[in-house]
């Protein structure tokens, strides 16, 4: 024999139904919410990593130009080149590219 259940009984399962429903929805928002930040941080961090690996690039390169500048023949063709400087004596003819 079954027992019938009555509308305080519904009315009690009901509300427990409800309240677990928001319990769920709730952590099921909080945990897309979660997901959501760790895939946006680790975006961002390869993001970061590759601009630190270019700034190491970019250190090496400055490095070896500090390295090549202490050479006094160096800096003197460095000069010639890039400023246009001249020897005493020298003319500078420039060839348009």
Request: overall charge positive; proline content about 2%; glycine content about 4%.
């Amino acid at each position: 024999m079954r027992k019938k259940i009555t509308n305080r009984e519904r009315r009690r399962i009901f509300m427990w139904m409800f309240m677990i429903l928001i319990l769920v929805s709730y952590l099921v928002w909080f945990g897309i919410d979660y997901g959501t930040g760790i895939y946006a941080n680790n975006k961002e961090k390869a993001n970061l990593e590759e601009k630190y690996q270019q700034l190491l690039e970019e250190e090496k390169e400055l490095s070896s130009e500090v390295i090549k500048l202490q050479d006094p023949d160096y800096v003197a063709k460095f000069a010639r080149d890039k400023y246009l400087y001249s020897r005493p004596g020298e003319l500078i003819i420039r060839i348009a590219d």
